[in-house]
């Protein structure tokens, strides 16, 4: 390319990095949070229903499942941590020479897996949410453990 | 002093292989005062760019014991005590010895338009006076104009060292040099390379640009001031800005 | 392309450091290594976890993944998580320009931004070797 040209290249990193930068902050937020739910529950007592047990355990899992403000928060980190994750996958495989055409079907594929498993996420924690309401609302049930 | 040199001769050696000199060590003597001492006294067939010998001209850019330096600039006893290993500037293909080809640097440069753009094409051909510029609308630029374009942060980012694409430290630095400028009014087209998939967003702030820089550029700061430009653009932030004109001063 | 030159790229090992580089470039690798092991966990992280759904809870009590060495990997995890988060936040201070301090003259001995953020660095350090004790006294059983 000589001087005076200018190409028509392709556009929209600037939106993609600006959105990777702000799900990134927004992540360390949800994920702080998560981490300490899991972690340190039993310092914190942050959403451990039954300190006596583990954070993870079957009935505090089930209790934070039956959430309905953990479970949008979880279905929000997930579509966060999806497309700053894969984002970053992305500019490192882009980094390393590509041809176009190849570049182009990175994207796609990479689009392609952060919806499937987004989609699947949400139908987990959604059904997940559903089953735990229920079960909180008929303590009679049984409760199927692992 | 012993200097481990990559050769690298086109047509007889089929890959770059290292050669060992004795040079006598003097004091205040460059790394490119015993490349001419091997020239002169040892093997002439040895090939290397320089001119100025004084940091001006960037032609003697080459890794001096692993980090890219200029050789003028480099005093031996600075670097090593008894074993300098010189080899040419990597990320650029090799024409000979230790001269690097640097044409794809240059064309990636010439990329960003790196010249005062404006829309009066009229006055840009036949100026009819001087265009005003404060001491604090220099300042904006001025840092980014002292690049001697030697090719030493190109050699010494990761990002060039893997993608053939990516524009590079010093055509970034020449971008802002020139958005920064009060006479430009290129930013916008300049935008359209700088914020592509090969622009300003494949760097990540390694920072060895700055710290092999020989002349104070600081391109990693350019880098990051210009993605806050194309955020701020892109976020509907960014200040608009006339070319600044003839008369009187163009405040920002 | 002259056929006779010679390729001369560092390739990967540029990533990886070819020489005697800065604090910021290992920073730099270790950031992209966490990252993508956080990604690959993700991927893991989403499918047994969906599991609950059919009451399976792997995780727990002398499940699959209540084994030592599993619980060093989840350590693996969390200080992925602190350096990658902590560093990340560096970086979007530094990559958005708030970090790197004003174009100024180059007078010799140079200063650059390297030098402007570094504090920012070594603050950001900190606190993540702070997240690491106190997850390491969780999974070391020290606290519940």
């Known amino acids: 390319m000589r001087e005076g040209e200018m190409k028509q290249v392709e556009g929209g990193e600037t939106a993609y990095w600006t959105w990777h930068m702000a799900a990134g902050v927004a992540i360390f937020a949800l994920l702080g949070l998560h981490m300490t739910t899991m972690h340190l529950g039993g310092l914190t007592g942050l959403f451990v229903a039954y300190p006596t047990e583990q954070a993870v355990s079957p009935a505090n899992s089930h209790t934070r499942d039956a959430s309905l403000f953990l479970t949008v928060v979880y279905i929000l980190l997930l579509g966060l941590a999806l497309y700053h994750g894969l984002y970053g996958l992305r500019t490192m495989l882009f980094e390393l020479t590509l041809k176009p055409a190849t570049e182009q079907a990175v994207t796609t594929a990479l689009v392609v897996v952060g919806l499937l498993l987004l989609g699947f996420g949400t139908w987990a924690a959604v059904a997940a949410h559903q089953g735990a309401a229920y079960h909180i609302a008929s303590p009679e049930a049984v409760y199927v453990g692992g | 002093m012993t200097f481990h040199i990559l050769r690298y001769t086109p047509g007889k050696d089929t890959k770059p292989c290292i050669t060992a000199y004795q040079v006598p060590l003097k004091l205040g003597m460059t790394v490119l005062d015993g490349l001419y001492y091997i020239k002169e006294n040892l093997d002439p067939s040895l090939a290397w760019r320089s001119s100025c010998r004084m940091g001006v001209c960037g032609s003697c850019g080459m890794l001096v014991n692993g980090l890219p330096r200029l050789a003028c600039n480099t005093q031996i006893k600075e670097v090593a005590d008894t074993r300098v ?155 608009r800005r006339k070319p600044c004109g003839k008369q009187g001063l163009n405040r920002r | 392309m002259n056929e006779k030159h010679y390729p001369n790229s560092l390739g990967i090992w540029g990533w990886l450091g070819g020489g005697r580089w800065g604090l910021e470039r290992y920073a730099y690798v270790l950031h992209r290594l966490t990252g993508l092991g956080l990604v690959v966990y993700l991927l893991m992280h989403v499918f047994v976890t969906a599991l609950r759904v059919k009451g399976i809870y792997l995780w727990t009590d002398g499940r699959f993944f209540d084994r030592p060495a599993f619980r060093v990997g989840e350590f693996l995890v969390f200080a992925a998580f602190a350096y990658h988060a902590l560093n990340g936040l560096r970086l979007v201070l530094v990559e958005l320009g708030l970090a790197v301090g004003r174009p100024l003259e180059p007078v010799y001995p140079y200063k650059s931004s390297i030098g402007v953020q570094r504090p920012l660095f070594i603050a950001m350090m900190a606190l993540a070797a702070l997240l690491l004790l106190a997850g390491g006294a969780e999974f070391l059983g020290l606290v519940k």
């Open chain 2, 85 to 239: 290993a010189l080899g040419p500037l990597p990320n650029f293909d090799i024409i000979r010895d230790l001269v690097p080809d640097l044409t794809s640097m240059f064309d990636k440069h010439l990329e960003v338009s790196p010249f005062i753009q404006r829309e009066d094409e009229v006055d840009i051909n036949n100026p009819e006076g001087e265009y005003y510029q404060s001491p604090e609308d220099l300042e904006h630029y001025l840092q980014f104009s002292f690049c001697i374009k030697c090719g030493c942060c190109m050699a010494a980012c990761p990002t060039s060292a893997t993608d053939a694409r990516y524009l590079g430290p010093m055509p970034l630095t020449q971008a802002l040099r020139y958005n920064n400028d009060s006479r430009d009014g290129g930013a916008e087209k300049r935008a359209l390379r700088i914020g592509s998939r090969h622009g300003v967003f494949r760097c990540h702030y390694a920072g060895e640009c700055s710290r092999v820089c020989p002349k104070g550029v600081d391109p990693a700061k350019a880098i990051q001031l210009l993605k806050r430009q194309l955020v701020a653009g892109y976020l509907g932030l960014a200040r």
